[in-house]
């Protein structure tokens, strides 16, 4: 073992020494040898006009777009008084003609769309999950890329379909009908890949990339029709990064191979939770989503997440405080990270100063959630049985009213068109013209366009996420169920529960009565902790973060709650 991890600790200089590297993704199929003729028809053209700086700079993304919406908006699609600077009037031009690709169209049924088939069988690969790929992609001075009989250098591939994705992510699609049905065949994350990447950051021109551990082992998004990540000894997930991330030392981890599975992982865990940064997307205790008592046994502490199972998976439970919008620990800053942590380790302990809040008295029933495949993110199953069981569950009259705000207020975490960030470290009531329609959708009562008000109209048409789609006003009432299915996914996995206090949270799935509401420093959401029986050594279990309507933005620390040092197992 000590060899190994020697050897495995060294993998780093190796990689960089390696002055080409041979990407083969296998046999290939004639859907693929298109794919990759057409990158190596455009990517060339790609590569020179600075495709692959769209993904790091902001600004020339937004003037790219800018040149195009000025474009389309002239007589149809012709090409004329750009202003903009050389570099980026050739990307722009490169840009329309990707979006003018025939392959990519609904022309290419007719072929049976060949070309987008190839793109993602290429993306599908096995090669690019696998964990030991990313250091060897990233590090590699060149690469070749070879499928089938065909092959391509890396960065050509990489412009070229990293254009397609951009395309499709950034709206451009849409500008115009002609391309609104470009590459409609392919996912929007169809080219996530932490290899391509994390190979961009470390060729970044100014070397000013900071790669994180936390950014490449927490991946919240789904994945694109494989894994994020993967690795046949689940200890390499940490051991095969170590040597490209940029907070090795500070995270202070190292190779070890006598360690065991649940001894890396919890390693792992503790490092990011000391280290997390809160003005940036480490990984936090709160993206933790505690184990369902359904949940095959295993031998992780109950606030160490399987990192197996993300990297195939992705956590499908968003944590409530996904978009830094809340602050529940508002004037309290994070504790310094305590010393001598291996024993805590052996113990599988973490120690969280903080205070108590109250103690959960009721739960409602989840409702039911139902996934289409491992690629997809599970969906409500009838979104009318879960409004009455909101309904029924906070106890609401037969009458929508102002007194009922603070259940919707919860249901949508405090963010009232589903999409946008809520009202930043802040609490604010709700508009009443606003609150009037959300109270109307949410006990699905008829809403008659004749009767709303100007801003009322507006807020339907342009505020409700998921209905941008449909054109009229008319269209829209007909299907406002599209958003709120996406007020459904956004509490995927999640439900109601009342406290002793009177208090009305949405938490995970996994809580139940007597579990206690917490506020943990340095944590800006509520924690739901389970407290251990006595003779299974005390402390607390964890069962996840929250939103607790009323204590989001500090509003509990000024009843000057006692200090509490919990153990959580």
Known sequence: MEE????????????????????????????????????????????????LDLWSDRQLREQVTQNIKDRVSSVEVQVHNDRSMIMTRELTDFIFDILREPGLHEVAKLEGRSLEIGIKEVMQCEYWHRIWIIQEISLAQEATVLCGEKAIPLDVLDATFSTVSHCIRSGLRRLHHETQDF???????????????????????????????????????????RPHYSASDPRDIVFGLLGVVTDREALGLQVDYNMTRAAVFTALTRALIYNGVENLRAYHLDQCVPKQRWDPPDSLPSWVPDWEAIGKYGPDVY???????????????????????????????????GCYVDIVTDVMQPPQWKKRDNWTSSRIVDVEAWLISI????????????????????????????????????????????????????????????????????YICFELSSLSHFETLDQKLEYIVEWLKLIGSVDRGRTLFKT????????????????IVCLLWGMRSPIILRPRADEAGGGFTFVGDAYVDGIMYGEFLETTPAHVDFKIY
Not at 29 to 51: P, Y
Not at 417 to 426: A, E, K, L, S, V
Not at 500 to 515: T, Y
């Open 4 to 51: 190994k991890s020697l050897q495995v600790a060294q993998m780093r200089t190796v990689f960089s020494r390696a002055a080409h590297v041979y990407v083969w993704l296998g046999p290939g199929s004639i859907e693929t040898a298109k794919a990759m003729d057409f990158a190596t028809r455009v990517g060339t053209r790609a590569l020179a006009v600075g495709a």
């Open 500 to 515: 002793n206090k009177g208090m009305f949270g949405l938490g995970h799935e996994a809580i139940q009565r007597e579990d």
């Open 391 to 458: 309904r029924d569950f906070a106890k609401l009259g037969p009458d929508p009213s102002p007194e009922e705000d603070y259940v919707w207020r919860t249901i949508m975490l405090d963010r009232y068109d589903g999409i946008t960030r809520p009202n930043r470290f802040q609490a604010k009531p709700i508009d009443d013209e606003k609150a009037f329609i959300i109270r109307k959708i949410m006990r699905r009562m008829p809403i008659v366009a004749e009767s709303l008000t100007e801003a009322q109209r507006h």
């Open 319 to 353: 944590p409530i405080n996904y978009f830094r919008a809340f602050n529940a620990t508002a004037k309290i800053s994070t504790p310094p990270r305590p010393r001598n942590c291996n024993e805590d380790d052996i113990r599988g302990l973490l120690r969280c100063p």
């Open 183 to 225: 590459a409609s065949g392919l996912s929007a994350n169809f080219y996530e890949c932490i290899a391509l990447t994390t190979r961009r950051k470390h060729r970044c021109k100014d070397q000013s990339e900071i790669l994180r551990l936390a950014d490449i082992v927490y991946q919240a998004g789904i994945p694109p029709g």
